[in-house]
C-alpha cells in the first residue's frame, strides 16, 4: 500500500529506528511491535549486516522503509545509487547531497520521486 504522507495510517507516523547490527534483533523488535508501529528506518549498519533482505521482508508485509545512509556522490553516481535502491521500493531514502545531484534520481522517467 503507498504511504499518504498527508494522511499517515496511526501506525506510520512514528518512524522506528532500528539502529541494531543484527537483523535477528531487528526482527524481534519488529515482531514485539506488530501492529503498533509500522514505519521502520534502516541505516548502515543494519543494511550491511543483511539488512537488505529485511528491507524486502518489510515491503513485502506493506510495511514502509526509511532507508537512512545518507547516500553522497557525484550526480551519475548518485543517480545510479538511488535507482538500484528504489528496486526495493523504500518509501524514502535520505539525500545527503548537492541541490543538483538530489534531483538527479528524479529525472529521466524513472521511479524516484525528489
Given amino acids: 500500500m503507498a504511504f499518504d504522507v ?5 501506525s506510520e507516523r512514528l518512524i522506528l529506528a532500528l539502529d541494531v547490527g543484527d537483523v535477528n534483533a531487528a526482527r524481534a523488535i ?3 511491535l506488530d501492529g503498533t508501529v509500522s514505519f521502520f528506518k534502516l541505516g548502515f549498519q543494519l543494511l550491511f549486516a543483511g539488512g537488505f533482505e529485511l528491507l524486502r ?13 545518507k547516500l553522497l556522490d557525484t550526480d551519475n553516481r548518485y543517480k545510479s545509487a ?11 531514502v535520505t539525500p545527503h547531497a548537492y541541490p543538483q545531484a538530489m534531483l538527479a534520481p528524479g529525472q529521466g522517467g524513472g521511479n524516484a520521486r525528489t
Fill in 57 to 69: 521482508e518489510l515491503r513485502s508485509q506493506d510495511k514502509q522503509v526509511f532507508i537512512g545512509i
Fill in 82 to 92: 538511488v535507482a538500484s535502491l528504489i528496486a526495493y521500493h523504500p518509501t524514502f
Fill in 6 to 10: 498527508r494522511n499517515p495510517k496511526p
Fill in 30 to 32: 519488529i515482531a514485539e
